[in-house]
């Protein structure tokens, strides 16, 4: 694979630097957040798009695939690990985009959140790296959750082969991923901060990666990542082959594209901001309503078994959490003060219902794949519609229901809690 591969001046790609080690290398938001919401000041008729009540009698739209996997002209590794999996039939984005990026071909894919996106680009690059001498990938997320769900499911394709991995993000300890470095992986996924802060240290060398993806790339555009990422794009081949996925579609995404990519093609199958299997209302406070009572009255209802809620600030998230334990809920936090080590076990005894409510800032809203969650609950309102449709895609996956409620408080109610 890569032992025998230098970058030009015979230096390893991963060769470790002689300068000092860094400090901190925690993730980099750049600009900071505007402190507009654009949803603080909701007038009712505004709450129309927190509503959409699924119909008992539509039918779920249904795109007939064009292919199975064993279509595709993949190593047959690749397809007994699919078949271990217990995939059978291609989501549509998987569909599409697999023969393009089999071609060697740039591509954009536009789908809903909880679609099938990563294993569209991990299928077809594995067979590249599995096929080819010295090829290796590089995946750029915006989020450590989304890195390390990306190397497990890559462990998935890839368990019981040669084929290495790296995840290289913030807030997690330097040491692992300075070793997983040094055994030269096929592929690295990290998130932007750390990955240049292992650039400019001498750690990682970009020019030997000839595939690079972005995933949930507005998501990195949202978090003041983009420099980052150009620095980093700026140290890869100019011949590299480039994917880019993402939920949503904006002029700047489409900016970014432009100078990333060469003559790509777009997949999309997209076919509305939301799912159709996600039934969403509002929770309208009362005057007078104490807002943490209101919650605790919805979340004895029934069938509220899986419950992701999301608030604004680390600190309001926090204690919510420890509100509802004292109330009686098996409830965990995720959110930026809480350590890497802190927020994986909190993640884990959700995905293993070990607890039954996730209380989170948006750092859970893009690209984690949560199964069976049935509620999500906005306690607070999203910065942007974009953060709404994102936060709401945690439920009604794989083509089940969902349900999305999000809380509403007139203006003079100052009962926040």
């Known amino acids: 694979m890569y032992t025998k591969h230098r970058p030009q001046g015979g230096k390893n790609r991963f060769q470790r630097s002689t300068r ?11 600009a900071p957040k505007s402190g507009h919401n654009r949803f603080k000041d909701q007038t009712f008729s505004d709450v129309s798009k927190f509503v959409y009540k699924v119909s008992v009698i539509e039918e779920a739209e249904v795109i007939a695939p064009k292919h199975s996997f064993n279509d595709f002209v993949i190593d047959e590794r690749i397809k007994t690990a699919i078949e271990k999996k217990g995939y059978t039939i291609p989501t549509p984005i998987q569909d599409q985009s697999i023969p393009y990026i089999l071609e060697g071909k740039d591509v954009v894919g536009i789908a809903n959140t909880g679609t099938g996106k990563t294993a569209a680009f991990l299928i077809p690059l594995l067979h590249k790296i599995f096929t080819t001498r010295n090829q290796s990938a590089l995946v750029i997320v915006p989020t450590r959750e989304l890195a390390i769900q990306i190397e497990e499911e890559l462990r998935g394709f890839t368990r019981g082969t040669n084929i290495y991995s790296a995840c ?11 070793i997983a470095l040094r055994r030269r992986p096929h592929v690295v996924i990290g998130t932007p901060g750390r990955l240049k802060d292992m650039i400019e240290h001498g750690y990682l060398d970009l020019s030997g990666f000839q595939s690079v993806v972005l995933d949930e790339a507005d998501r990195m555009l949202d978090m003041g990542f983009i420099g980052d990422v150009k620095f980093m794009m700026a140290k890869t081949p100019k011949d590299r082959h480039t994917l880019f996925f993402s939920a949503t579609m904006s002029p700047e995404i489409t900016a970014l594209i432009s100078q990333f990519l060469k003559d790509p093609v777009t997949v999309s199958v997209k076919t509305r901001d939301t799912a159709k299997n996600v039934d969403q209302d509002v929770v309208r406070l009362k005057e007078g309503e104490r807002k943490l009572e209101k919650l605790v009255e919805v979340l004895r209802g029934e069938g509220f078994h899986k419950v992701l809620i999301f608030g604004r600030t680390k600190h309001g998230v926090e204690a919510l959490s420890k509100d509802l334990i004292k109330h009686g809920f098996l409830a965990e936090s995720i959110h930026g003060d809480k350590n890497h080590a802190k927020r994986q076990r909190a993640l884990t005894q959700f995905k293993k219902n070990h607890v039954t409510i996730l209380v989170a800032t948006d750092v859970a809203a893009r690209g984690l794949d949560i199964a069976d969650v049935s509620h999500v609950i906005n306690y607070d309102l999203p910065g942007t ?3 709404y449709i994102h936060r709401i895609g945690r439920t009604g996956r794989a083509g089940k229901a969902g349900k999305a409620l999000t809380f509403i408080e007139l203006p003079y109610n100052r009962n926040r809690r």
């Open 20 to 30: 000092p080690p860094f400090r901190g290398g925690g993730r980099r938001f750049g």
């Open 168 to 178: 290289i993000v913030g807030g997690a300890p330097m040491r692992p991923q300075l």
């Open 385 to 387: 519609y974009e953060d």
